[in-house]
C-alpha cells in the first residue's frame, strides 16, 4: 500500500496506547487466590532480559526497564523500523 505524505501526517497525530511487558506465567485460578501481600510470582524472563514494546496490543520492540524520577521507564535497545510501524498502523486500520 502506497502511503501519501497526508496520510502520513493524520498518523503522526494519532494516540497510540504503549504497554510494556516484563513476563509471563501460567498458575491456575487457585494459587492466584491463595496469593498474599509479598509473594512473588515468578515469571518467564531472566533478570536483565528487558521487556517487551507494545504498540496497540503489537510487539513493536524491546527495551530495558530502568528508574527515571522514582517512575518506571523503559529504554528502547530495539524496534520495529518506522516503516513496518507506519505500514503496521494502516494494515490495521488504526487511522
Known amino acids: 500500500m502506497e ?6 501526517e493524520v498518523l503522526v497525530d494519532t494516540e497510540a496506547k504503549v504497554d510494556v511487558m516484563l513476563g509471563h506465567t501460567d498458575i ?4 492466584f487466590l491463595d496469593f498474599c501481600e509479598g ?3 515468578p515469571l518467564n524472563k531472566l533478570a536483565g532480559e528487558g ?3 507494545f504498540v496497540n496490543e503489537r510487539v513493536i520492540g ?3 526497564i530502568i528508574v527515571i524520577d522514582e517512575k518506571l521507564a523503559i529504554r528502547v535497545q530495539d524496534a520495529m523500523s518506522p516503516e513496518k510501524v507506519v505500514n503496521f498502523f ?3 486500520k488504526s487511522v
Request: glycine share 10%; proline share 0%.
Open 28 to 31: 491456575t485460578v487457585k494459587d
Open 90 to 92: 494502516f494494515d490495521e
Open 39 to 41: 509473594d512473588v510470582i
Open 62 to 64: 524491546t527495551g530495558d
Open 51 to 53: 521487556g517487551d514494546i
Open 3 to 8: 502511503i501519501t505524505t497526508n496520510d502520513y
